[in-house]
C-alpha cells in the first residue's frame, strides 16, 4: 500500500504561479496529477515515468505547467505558471505501477486532494 500525500495549494491570482508536491510512501513506475472542478468529471494534468523521466501533458496545461521528480525521495512536483482563473480545482496525486496514462483507471493510489482557486 502506497500512500500520497499532496501540499502547496492555495489562492493565487491569474497569471501567477504555485507549485504542488506530492510524497508518496513507496516505490511506483509512474505518478500522475488530475483535477477535478465544482461539478465537472476529474481530468487528466499530465504524469511523469520514474524510468527515463518521460512526462506526459494535457493541452490544456502544455507550456504552462511542469512536472518534475526526485526518485530518489519518491516526490513529484508539479510547476504551474500563468494560472487562469479555469485552472481552479482540487488537485489530486496518483501512483501507478504501470506506464503514465491519462486514464484514471490505471491509478492504483490516490492522495486526498488539495484546492487551488485562481483569483481574476
Known amino acids: 500500500q502506497v500512500q500520497l500525500v499532496e501540499s502547496g495549494g492555495g489562492l493565487v491570482q491569474t497569471g501567477g504561479s504555485l507549485r504542488l508536491s506530492c510524497a508518496a510512501s513507496?516505490?511506483?513506475?509512474?505518478m500522475g496529477w488530475f483535477r477535478q472542478a465544482p461539478g465537472k468529471e476529474r481530468e487528466f494534468v499530465g504524469a511523469i515515468n520514474w524510468s527515463g523521466g518521460n512526462t506526459y501533458y494535457a493541452e490544456s496545461v502544455k507550456g504552462r505547467f511542469t512536472i518534475s521528480g526526485n526518485n530518489a525521495k519518491n516526490t513529484v512536483y508539479l510547476q504551474m505558471n500563468t494560472v487562469k482563473p479555469e485552472d481552479t480545482a482540487v488537485y489530486y496525486c496518483?501512483?501507478?505501477?504501470?506506464?503514465?496514462?491519462?486514464?484514471?483507471?490505471?491509478?492504483?493510489?490516490w492522495g486526498q486532494g488539495t484546492q487551488v482557486t485562481v483569483s481574476s
Open positions: 513507496g516505490r511506483t513506475f509512474s
Open positions: 496518483a501512483a501507478s505501477s504501470k506506464m503514465g496514462t491519462a486514464l484514471s483507471l490505471a491509478y492504483d493510489y
